[in-house]
């Protein structure tokens, strides 16, 4: 189609294309002439897009983590390195990053990313491998490929969906009289629709009837129609899987419409991030909600938390990240100290005999005690189920550094206070 | 499930949404409805203008709304800088609207990256007074969280309206897209009704901007969510009427809530572009869009 | 290209494509090279009813997802190969394409690009809301283990034809885009070609003369989503996890069409060149890079080069080429 032109032109044209394109490939062939000291940790990180948020955070706490270890001699004695590239919340760009970072990088360690999504189109590539793979927040990622070297940082439990959700339930069932009506809601999103699936379970289990469970698109702007046709079902509690926008419309709506429902949250993500808290305000006074550490006293007894969240929060300002880092700060951390005591006690780089270290032991973490069971996860579920209190002001963040704000129901072990029916606290 | 209070505050919330959604595609009407350029960017100026009001609102407390609506002169410069650059490259040149629209999409990745490293990837909302305040009347809640922005995509839709069919420029803009050879022989130039007609459309999105912080909380990539919405309602309510936009919000934002109240909101979206494509089957035009436009 | 030289650098392509992947040992070269492949032909589909028949189809991604999904679902029903997979998926985007050439008649340019940016919207909630294949939680996809055809081991540790999903991918991927593009040229030199241009220029004209427009229409639509569902077949095995937002993103969407946008629409080689430059940037800036500017670049290089180069490579060769004989 290109008429007159003679053959040899165009050939020529697509040549000079083609050299173009592996010039500019020629990027990517980085030289080998690396000295072998530094030990290389690759992954690929959520830096933009819709999980950018709790991926910068992340990164920050995982540098803090390579300084640390750095000051103290390295992973067997060679300094830590930390490679990494933006996925842009974008699966499609896992699974060539992972390549790269082995074949190309040549890293000695891949950790995950943040998030389920993120962290499934991994497998694959760390599993042809047979690479030890520590996991940032990935719901059952390893269910079915049930691969013995792969480890989990979220504290759900061993049946990850069904014991997340389980602390909640257990809370709402000391409300009195007991609830016997529940209504759930829940984004169209991987995550809220698992844990809703885990939380319907629950409920089956207890024997509550389900007046109402439906789905809503992530993008939606109002909430007060689904509030209100919740209410017409008169449940007495409501179970709300929702991602950050959709948790402040959903807050928003119940604030504005009201409910009758005695406990309403559960596994609502984005309440945990500074910006959402400091807008919300009081507006999130009653809900019962799932958190991973809060400034609660008996949180304070991790080994090191306190001084790792007060040194992330003194650089926070400047890396433009969530001021507080309360959600992931102190996970991104430890998901790197239980790889990196393990590399150090074992004494070499020997993915298949790490991996048996990190089975057999407990390790103490800056989030506490740390053991993981079957196919990576924990064996002894942690996720708190936390009921908002006390929040006096509007458009202010410190008061949600104070201990008394977001009181800790369950786990028994771990509780500040006892939970009061939603209406009560509002 | 079915009761009067359900149903009759269904209907206010769809109409306040409606009203929502014709402020986010009004301007996107005369760009793409009057003026053929497929502005694909169009979200993502409304959420630049969504951060400018936050970052005002933050720092020193300012209304969104004032600040929206003081920073659309700023926005209309800016468009009228942005359709000199387009026209010179591509409609002078006689490009088709879709050679464009690769430029438009280039400036949406600019526009976030520019959010993303000024304001961070978080998510940003902004305090008013209003914002928590509910008026009722018996049933009948009406948040005033919606009811402002309502208000203020009203006010901008008859504006606009009472500019295209009172004012000269106005009238202009209309007979630009219907025939601008006669226009020429008039003696007015159309590129230059062309250049203002894209000014406002921005400009819109400043006080567009405004109301979408008021009513979502922002973060640079959430621009992408309402693509798709902002073109259909344009499409469905006929290219060139911005009563038809104004229209076609109204019944998505309708169709949007009662769906949403009584048989569950995860069939909204299919809903609202099933109907979309229905429309479009029986009135290929739109709405009020004119009979016998092939615009293509 | 005379004919005979055509079909032996495809030939060629095909016997070095197999043959890299016996060789190349960095395995890295796969993925970025199945990515930038199914840029391609995803740009080379496209182009078959954008460049060649004039009609701007924004919901690229329908296809494709509806593609990857019918993959998923045929594996959930009667756990199905690799290559049933992917011709499931071409033969259901094809229908569905169909139907969309037909619901779609009266529709011209924008309206016809808005509605396919609807069926895009209208695929991904259906699929969201079915949980037989995963629904929103998306769906994990196990490739098999020593997978054998007729009795040849295809991916295996040792002694197979590929020694790894990723390579068998590659190598597939590489001989879907090859077949396109034997598709694409074919259809521009032929009777069918001429008459899809004839419906670019203009339709009504067109039409008075007697080309069976709709026919044509309906080939040209069907056509293209058949190719893009099949590239979408193979998604799943290349992911092992996906989900509506990924499998049905508006980046598919766009890709589709900015590659032929900057490359040039007038012929196969336009989408071929276009997805290689901007496909590997976006590949090597993935990796370098890295970061919000990341964004930047590309939208940078999309801004200067559709400003500086309205007619895409094509037609910057073209004027270029001009000027000189």
Redesign the interface.
């Known amino acids: 189609?290109?008429g007159k032109?003679g053959?040899l032109?165009?050939?020529i044209?697509?040549v000079s294309?083609?050299g173009?394109?592996l010039i500019?490939?020629q990027?990517?062939m980085t030289t080998a002439t690396r000295a072998a000291e530094p030990i290389k940790i690759g992954f690929s990180m959520a830096?933009?897009g819709a999980l950018a948020g709790g991926g910068k955070q992340s990164l920050v706490s995982m540098e803090m983590w390579a300084e640390d270890v750095n000051k103290k001699g390295g992973l067997l004695g060679r300094p830590v390195e930390l490679v990494?590239?933006?996925d842009?919340t974008?699966?499609?760009?896992v699974?060539?990053?992972y390549?790269?970072l082995?074949?190309?990088d040549k890293v000695d360690f891949v950790v995950s990313g943040y998030g389920?999504?993120l962290i499934?189109?991994a497998?694959?590539v760390v599993i042809?491998r047979d690479l030890v793979f520590m996991g940032l927040f990935g719901m059952n990622n390893n269910?079915?490929?049930k691969y013995d070297k792969y480890f989990q940082i979220l504290p759900s439990g061993p049946n990850p969906a069904v014991d997340f959700s389980r602390a909640w339930f257990d809370t709402v069932m000391a409300l009195d009289p007991k609830p016997k009506s529940i209504a759930f809601i829940a984004?169209?999103?991987?995550f809220?629709?698992?844990l809703k699936?885990g939380a319907v379970t629950n409920a089956k289990r207890i024997g509550l009837k389900i007046t109402y469970n439906k789905?809503y698109?992530p993008g939606t702007p109002d909430y007060t129609p689904i509030i209100r046709a919740i209410n017409a079902t008169n449940p007495d509690v409501i179970y709300v899987a929702s991602y950050p926008n959709g948790s402040v419309g959903i807050v928003r709506a119940v604030s504005e419409v009201g409910t009758k429902a005695r406990g309403f949250g559960g596994g609502m993500v984005g309440l945990q991030f500074s910006g959402i808290m400091k807008g919300l305000g009081p507006k999130l006074n009653g809900i019962l909600n799932y958190d991973f550490y809060v400034p609660e006293p008996n949180m304070n007894l991790y080994p090191g938390v306190v001084d790792l969240l007060a040194r992330y929060q003194k650089i926070a300002p400047s890396r433009k990240v969530d001021p507080l880092g309360y959600y992931l700060a102190p996970w991104s951390y430890a998901y790197l100290q239980v790889l990196g005591d393990a590399v150090n006690a074992v004494g070499k780089i020997d993915h298949a005999a790490i991996a048996k270290y990190i089975h057999a032991t407990e390790f103490s973490t800056v989030v506490g005690k740390v053991k993981f069971g079957k196919n990576g996860e924990w064996a002894n579920g942690r996720t708190l189920t936390v009921q908002w209190q006390n929040i006096k002001k509007q458009n202010d963040l410190q008061q949600f550094t104070k201990p008394g704000i977001r009181k800790i129901m369950e786990p028994a072990a771990f509780a500040t206070g006892t939970v009061k029916p939603f209406n009560a606290l509002r | 499930m079915f009761s009067f209070e359900l149903l009759i505050n269904a209907i206010v919330i769809g109409i306040l949404l409606g009203g929502f959604y014709a402020a986010l595609s009004i301007g996107l009407s005369i760009s793409?409805g009057l003026l053929?350029i497929?502005n694909i960017a169009h979200p993502a100026f409304i959420i630049l203008g969504a951060f400018i009001c936050f970052i005002f609102n933050s720092h020193y407390g300012i209304d969104p709304i004032l600040m929206g609506i003081i920073f659309s002169p700023v926005f209309f410069l800016l468009g009228l800088l942005i359709y000199r650059?387009y026209y010179e490259?591509?409609e002078k040149?006689g490009?088709e609207?879709?050679?464009?629209?690769?430029?438009f999409?280039?400036?949406?990745?600019?526009i976030?990256?520019i959010l993303?490293?000024s304001f961070g990837v978080d998510f940003q909302m902004v305090q008013a007074g209003y914002i928590d305040f509910k008026a009722t009347f018996g049933v009948v809640d009406i948040p005033f969280r919606m009811f402002v922005p309502f208000v203020f995509a009203m006010l901008m839709a008859i504006g606009l309206q009472w500019f295209s069919s009172r004012t000269f420029f106005g009238r202009a803009m209309q007979a630009v897209a219907q025939d601008s050879l006669a226009l020429r022989l008039m003696g007015i130039d159309p590129v230059k009704i062309k250049t203002i007609a894209f000014g406002i459309s921005i400009a819109t999105c400043s006080i567009a901007g405004a109301l979408l912080v008021i009513v979502i909380p922002i973060e640079p990539s959430v621009g992408?969510l309402y693509?798709?919405q902002v073109?259909?309602i344009v499409?469905l309510g006929g290219?060139g009427s911005q009563s038809g936009t104004l229209i076609a919000a109204m019944l998505l934002g309708l169709v949007e809530s009662l769906i949403t109240t009584f048989f569950g909101p995860?069939?909204s979206?299919?809903v609202?572009?099933?109907a979309?494509?229905l429309v479009?089957?029986f009135k290929?035009?739109?709405i009020l869009g004119r009979v016998g436009d092939?615009?293509? | 290209?005379?004919n005979n030289?055509f079909y032996l650098l495809i030939g060629v392509l095909f016997v070095l494509s197999y043959l890299a992947t016996a060789f190349v040992d960095?395995?890295?070269y796969?993925?970025?090279g199945f990515?930038i492949l199914q840029l391609m032909v995803m740009a080379l589909a496209w182009n078959i009813l954008g460049g060649y028949a004039?009609y701007?189809n924004f919901g690229s991604a329908a296809f494709f997802g509806l593609g990857a999904y019918s993959a998923i679902f045929v594996l959930q029903l009667f756990d199905a190969t690799l290559f049933t997979q992917i011709i499931v998926a071409g033969c259901f985007s094809g229908l569905v394409g169909f139907g969309t050439g037909y619901?779609?008649l009266?529709?011209?340019?924008?309206?016809f690009a808005?509605?396919t940016?609807?069926?895009?919207?209208?695929s991904?909630?259906?699929i969201?809301?079915w949980d037989y294949v995963g629904?929103?939680?998306?769906a994990?996809v196990?490739?098999k283990r020593n997978p054998e055809i007729l009795g040849v081991l295809v991916v295996g540790k040792s002694g197979a034809l590929f020694g790894?999903?990723?390579e068998l991918l590659f190598f597939l991927m590489c001989t879907i885009a090859l077949i396109t593009i034997v598709i694409c040229r074919f259809i521009?030199n032929s009777k069918f070609g001429r008459g899809l241009a004839a419906l670019r220029d203009n339709e009504e004209a067109a039409e008075s003369m007697g080309v069976p427009t709709l026919k044509l229409k309906l080939i040209a639509t069907s056509l293209s989503a058949s190719i893009m569902g099949i590239t979408g077949g193979t998604f799943p095995y290349?992911?092992?996890?996906?989900?509506p937002?990924?499998a049905f993103?508006?980046?598919i969407s766009?890709n589709a069409?900015?590659m032929p946008?900057?490359g040039g629409t007038?012929?196969w080689?336009g989408p071929v060149?276009g997805a290689?430059?901007l496909g590997?940037?976006q590949?090597?800036v993935?990796?370098?890079i890295?970061?919000?500017?990341?964004?930047?670049v590309?939208?940078?290089?999309?801004?200067?080069?559709?400003?500086?180069a309205?007619g895409g490579?094509?037609g910057l060769?073209?004027k270029y080429?001009k000027r000189g004989?």
């Open positions: 189609m290109l032109f053959k032109r165009r050939n044209a697509l294309v083609l173009f394109t500019l490939a990027g990517l830096l933009t990494y590239y933006d842009q974008n699966p499609k760009n699974p060539g990053i390549a790269k082995l074949d190309i389920t999504n499934a189109p497998m694959p042809q269910k079915k490929w984004a169209d999103a991987e809220a629709r698992n699936e789905n698109k | 793409f053929d497929v650059i490259r591509f040149t490009a609207a879709l050679r464009g629209l690769a430029f999409f280039g400036l949406m990745f600019i976030e990256v993303i490293m992408r693509i798709g073109f259909a499409v290219l995860s069939w979206p299919a609202a572009f099933g979309l494509i479009l089957a290929p035009t739109g092939t615009r293509g | 290209m005379r030289r960095n395995q890295y796969f993925f970025a990515a004039g701007v619901l779609t009266r529709l011209r340019g924008v309206y808005i509605a940016l609807a069926l895009l919207v209208v991904e909630t259906l969201v809301n629904g929103a939680a998306g994990y196990l490739p790894n999903y990723k521009e290349y992911m092992t996890f996906i989900d937002i990924s993103n508006l980046d766009v069409l900015a946008l900057i007038g012929s080689l060149l290689l430059v590997t940037l590949q090597v993935t990796v370098t890295s970061s919000s500017i990341n964004l930047l590309v939208g940078l290089f999309l801004v200067a080069f559709v400003i500086f309205p490579f094509l060769i073209q080429w004989g």
